[in-house]
């Protein structure tokens, strides 16, 4: 039963971070970051405009706010399956759990891009 709960948990959220482009947003959120250090690792501090300062900064916070709410959604759907199932949230913290919940995301990633392929 804790197996079935874990795939369809992995479904569920595999879903939910492909739906709202998760990784795009990390990577984003990286490259702003990495904007932000040249910017203020150049030899010229003249040239550095405050203007260039508060557009990477209000793009890092709201990248970094989409990031903690899906973040926070994941989270709330975890506690929820685990309020019915004590056992559950023991089982995902474990290594076994970790593998389970890999294995299902790596094989239902490998399905869908497979089944998005044909169509």
């Known amino acids: 039963m804790i197996l079935i ?3 369809f948990l992995v479904l569920i959220i595999y879903e939910i971070l492909k739906y709202f482009k998760f ?6 959120n990286i ?4 904007k932000l250090i040249e910017l203020f690792y150049k030899k010229d501090h003249e040239k550095i405009t405050k203007e260039q300062v508060i557009k990477y900064s209000k793009d890092l916070f709201y990248n970094s706010i ?8 994941v989270i709330a759907i ?8 004590d056992g ?5 913290l ?6 389970v919940l890999s ?9 869908r891009k497979y089944i998005n392929d044909k169509l």
């Open 5 to 7: 709960k874990s795939f």
């Open 23 to 28: 990784f795009k947003l990390l990577k984003k």
């Open 31 to 34: 490259d702003i970051y990495n």
């Open 66 to 73: 989409k990031i903690f709410l899906l973040l926070c959604i």
């Open 78 to 85: 975890i506690y929820i399956v685990g309020i019915f199932d």
């Open 88 to 92: 559950f949230v023991y089982f995902i």
């Open 94 to 99: 474990t290594f076994k759990g970790f593998i």
């Open 103 to 111: 294995t299902f995301y790596i094989v239902y990633s490998i399905i």
